[in-house]
């Protein structure tokens, strides 16, 4: 996600995105209330909830930096 407001991004998995969105922009999530309103930017779909953590935690790293910048994105 990506706040509309804020130049912030937000990775995490979830069962319901509609939800999670909702949670974030009505200021329920502690680390993302200071920046509401958010948007989904991507989405991507995993069998099991490891893959899904695995993808976060890439997204966390150093490595989504030079991932995103190898695709012109940043």
């Not at 909830?49 to 994105?73: G, T």
Request: glycine letters at 2%.
């Amino acid at each position: 996600m990506k706040s509309i407001k804020f130049d912030r991004r937000y990775y995490g998995y979830t069962k319901n995105m509609v939800k999670r969105l909702k949670r974030h922009n009505q200021g329920k999530v502690r680390s993302t209330k200071a920046y509401t309103h958010w948007e989904v930017i991507c989405t991507e779909e995993f069998k099991t909830k490891s893959e899904a953590y695995k993808r976060e935690m890439f997204f966390k790293s150093i490595d989504e930096y030079q991932f995103l910048k190898s695709i012109h994105v940043i």
